[in-house]
């Protein structure tokens, strides 16, 4: 036989190896009680929620209500889902003795358990289409089935179905000023000894940057955005703002009077407006979050587009801007479904993860050791923010060593709480390519893949003989 002929079927063997794997592992999945128990619930709750959520009354507020636990739902589930299958179908194979049949078999470790890792992945996949689809189809059909008014459809097009990119004014360089004010407390010794120097040096750059989004009676505010570029030039663009005051008004109500457009057509005295600047006179609630409404025109022919805020003198009060969400403009960059597959394309890379982290640790750890194993990456990259943020006081004596200790082992944990597509979807944020990009690059690509060859390492030159506990 030519030797090429030979290599040929020898790739068609170990492929049909790696498949004969896969679909076992499904197989196997699928006779197991707990995975049943999950989908049942999945296809009865589902369409529960969608008929009795009512979120905040509105259309807008049930729809997010509902994509937002159904997302979730999904989400815990098939992740539970994950794990459990995962860890079970290598360990149990070691723990009946299978693993010695399928040993002796034309077919290497490293290959068993890549069929494995397919088989796992193909049934999240196929789970999570399924699902996705039916949330999908439901919110699709609420506005339809809860009889809203062609003003209500309107609303929630503009709001909810659709993938509004956001831009967010840049932060003014003020690294210069906190030195100088940091040299100047120092001394005066007015340095508290309970922080460090990092946490002081933070807290001058917060101060700093407040007050230059911070404007007194009388005087404005200009954000300047370029390549704002609008999905369809008859669309509309939003500004989204939130206030807060120095001092409380009676009516906690502040008086505001907005430009957005072509600024610059005032900044250098143009005599013919080219694009037109709409003027808004408003009276908003403070630390409550608004919208303001824009026809797309509004921005230049090269993707200019300013927004103005102007402290009325009335108010007698210092009008600032959070510096997270303090304001934004938003613009339809994307459809509503193709966003929806961004969502579930994080989902499926957070899967994928879960899957190789779980046939990894199942290689040397028995069933339960390597399920709680499990549990516990996943219960702590779902609240990485908040464990990082909790280190960071740690400051002083053994509390430092051990932060140091910690930051650099929890960097290898993924972060799901920093990448939830389900806040991108309420909010009608777009989910861009770079997002979408970093995910798949670093929770895949990286830390999913060093996880997988330690486990394929391990149990290559593991004794499978031996018992293990």
Known sequence: MPPGRMSRVGESSKMRSLWAVAK?????AVRMKVAVIFIILLIILLPVMSFSMPGDGTLKGRLQTFVSYGLGLTNL???LLTIIVSTYTLSSDIKKRQIYTILTKPIRRFE????????VILLDLVLLVVFCGVI???AISIPAISGADEQQIEGVNNEFFTARATLAPALVDVSQEVREKYQQLRKQGQLPDTLSTARVIAELTRQKELEKRAVVPGNALVWEFNNVRPFEPNDRIFVRFKYDVSVNPPDLSVFGRWLVGDYRQYQFGAVEMKTPIYVFDRKDLIRTFHEIVVPADAVASDGYLAVVFQNIPINDTVVIFPLEE?????????????????????????LIFLAALGISVSTWLSFPVAILACLVVYFTGSMSGFVFESLAFLTVGWGRFY????????????QFDQFNPTENMVSARLLGWSFLGYV????VCIKAV????????IFTYREVAKVTV
């Open 24 to 28: 076992n592992t499904i197989a196997q």
């Open 77 to 79: 589930l098939l992740c």
């Open 112 to 119: 068993l358990l890549c069929g494995k890792l397919l088989g």
């Open 136 to 138: 999908y189809g439901l």
């Open 326 to 350: 303090g304001l934004e403009v938003l613009y339809k960059a994307r459809s509503f479904t193709s966003n929806f597959i961004w969502a579930a394309s994080v989902i499926a890379a957070r």
């Open 403 to 414: 932060g140091y200790l910690a930051r650099p082992v929890l960097r290898l944990l993924p």
């Open 440 to 443: 798949f690059g670093v929770m």
């Open 450 to 457: 060093i996880i997988w060859i330690l486990g394929v390492v």
